[in-house]
C-alpha cells in the first residue's frame, strides 16, 4: 500500500523525468543566441527538473550554473548563460510561496479569485479575515496549495497590507495548526484598534519572516494584472478628464487640419484616448446593438483627419477572442445554440462594418467543430448557423447537416 508521502515523492519523479525529456526537445537543437526563445524554454524546462530534484534532497544547481556560464550570450547585460538563469528563467520558477503571495495581495486589494489559478497549481482559501488599520487594512488569509502534478501540498498563514498605490507587501509562514492561526488573528484585533497602518506593518514583521513579497517579487503576467487592478481608479479618473476635455474639442480638430493647420501633439494625444475609449465601449456591447457602429464608423473616419490613429490590430484581436470564446460555448451548447450564433454574426459584421479583418482560422476550427457535434440541437438556427459559416468563409457543403440532412440515427 502506497501512502500519500511515497505516492507525492513517485510523481515527483515522474515529473522530474518528464522535464528532463523535454530539455532535449528540437527546438533546443538549433539557436544562434542562448537567450533566444528556444534557448530560454529549455533552461525552463531544466529549472523545474532542478526545482524537484532539491525537493528530493539532490540540489544540483551550481554545477548546473558553472556549465552555463561557459555559454557564451551576445546580450551584454546577460553575457553568457548563467547571467539568463538568473535574470530571466529563474524569476519564472513557479514556487507556491510565490503563488501564496499573488493571492494575499489580490486579497488585499478585494479580488482574491482573480489570482486563484496558476500552471499546475491550485489554490484552495480556507480562512480570509480582514482588520482596518489606520487609513488601511489588514488583510490575514489561511491558505492551501496544492501541486496537481506531484500532489504535494503547502498550507500558509499570510498578512498583507496595501499602504496606497503599488505599494503593497505580503509575508506569510508555514500554516502548523489551528491554533497558530486563532492566537494570530486575536493579536491582529488588538493591533488594528487604533493603530496605524506603520503598527500592523511592524507587528507583521515580528510575527513573519522574511521574505517581504512586494509586485516586483511575483510571476510577471500575473504582475500586469495586479498593477492594472491598483490603477484601474487612478485610470478611469484620467479617462474622465480627457473625455470632459476632448469631446468638446473634436469639432474644433476637425476644423484646425481642414484648415491645413497641424493639430498640436497634446491635443491629439488627449482625444486619441478619447476616441479610442469610445470605440471600446462600444466593442463591448457590440452583440446587443450593433447600432452602435454606424457613428462609431463615422467617428473614426471624421477623427483621421486630424491625426488619429486607429487601432486596428487591438480591435480585431479584442473581437477575434470573443467570437472564439461564443463558438468553444456553441461546443459546451452551455447557452441557447440560437443566441450564441447571433452574437458570433454580430461580430463579423461588426468588423465589416468597422472595415477591419479577424483571425478567422481558430474560430472557423471552433464553429466546424461544434457542428459536428451539436448541429442537430440548432433547430431553428440552423440558418444563422449557415450565414455564420458564409462570413467566415467557409463553403456551405462543409456543414455536416448539408452533408447528411436527418438527424444522426434518424
Not at 46 to 62: V, W
Not at 101 to 127: D, N, Q, T
Not at 189 to 218: H, M, T
Not at 344 to 373: H, Y
Request: charged share 25%; proline share 5%; hydrophobic share 40%.
Amino acid at each position: 500500500q502506497v501512502n500519500a508521502d511515497q505516492m507525492s515523492e513517485g510523481l515527483s519523479l515522474l515529473e522530474m523525468e518528464r522535464h528532463a525529456l523535454l530539455m532535449f526537445t528540437s527546438c533546443g537543437w538549433f539557436f544562434d543566441e542562448i537567450s533566444g526563445i528556444e534557448g530560454t524554454q529549455i533552461l525552463k524546462y531544466a529549472a523545474r527538473a532542478l526545482q524537484l530534484a532539491k525537493r528530493l534532497g539532490q540540489d544540483l544547481e551550481e554545477n548546473f550554473l558553472s556549465l552555463l556560464e561557459r555559454a557564451p550570450s551576445n546580450d551584454p547585460q546577460l553575457r553568457n548563460g548563467r547571467g539568463l538563469w538568473e535574470k530571466r528563467v529563474r524569476k519564472a520558477i513557479v514556487e507556491p510561496s510565490r503563488a501564496v503571495a499573488h493571492y494575499a495581495i489580490g486579497a488585499v486589494l478585494g479580488a482574491p479569485e482573480k489570482f486563484r489559478e496558476f500552471p499546475a497549481l491550485r489554490m484552495r482559501a480556507e480562512s480570509i479575515k480582514t482588520y482596518p488599520t489606520g487609513n488601511t487594512s489588514l488583510t490575514l488569509g489561511k491558505v492551501q496549495v496544492l501541486q496537481t502534478r506531484t500532489s504535494e501540498k503547502y498550507d500558509a498563514i499570510f498578512g498583507a497590507i496595501h499602504f496606497g498605490g503599488l505599494d503593497v507587501v505580503c509575508l506569510q509562514k508555514p500554516f502548523v495548526e489551528e491554533s497558530q492561526w486563532e492566537e494570530i488573528n486575536a493579536q491582529a484585533k488588538v493591533v488594528s484598534v487604533g493603530g496605524s497602518a506603520g503598527d500592523a506593518y511592524l507587528w507583521l514583521r515580528e510575527k513573519f519572516p522574511e521574505p517581504i513579497f512586494r509586485l516586483a517579487d511575483l510571476f510577471e503576467d500575473q504582475r500586469r494584472k495586479l498593477v492594472h487592478l491598483l490603477l484601474e481608479d487612478r485610470i478611469g479618473d484620467y479617462l474622465r478628464a480627457m473625455e470632459a476635455l476632448a469631446e468638446p474639442d473634436l469639432a474644433v480638430l476637425e476644423q484646425i487640419a481642414a484648415m491645413g493647420i497641424a493639430v498640436p501633439d497634446p491635443l491629439v494625444v488627449a482625444a486619441s484616448v478619447h476616441v479610442d475609449t469610445k470605440i471600446e465601449r462600444a466593442l463591448e456591447n457590440v452583440e446587443s446593438n450593433l447600432a452602435l457602429l454606424e457613428p462609431i464608423r463615422d467617428l473614426i473616419e471624421r477623427s483621421i483627419r486630424w491625426g488619429y490613429k486607429p487601432k486596428w490590430e487591438r480591435w480585431s484581436r479584442l473581437l477575434s477572442q470573443r467570437l472564439e470564446a461564443h463558438l468553444e460555448d456553441l461546443q459546451r451548447t452551455s447557452r441557447e445554440p440560437e443566441e450564441i450564433l447571433e452574437d458570433s454574426q454580430a461580430l463579423l459584421r461588426a468588423s465589416g462594418i468597422l472595415g477591419f479583418s479577424l483571425n478567422l482560422w481558430k474560430a472557423q476550427n471552433l464553429f466546424i467543430r461544434a457542428c459536428e457535434r451539436n448541429w442537430y440541437s440548432f433547430g431553428k438556427a440552423l440558418p444563422v448557423a449557415e450565414a455564420v459559416a458564409t462570413s467566415m468563409n467557409l463553403r456551405l457543403d462543409l456543414l455536416p447537416w448539408r452533408r447528411r440532412p436527418e438527424r444522426p440515427g434518424g
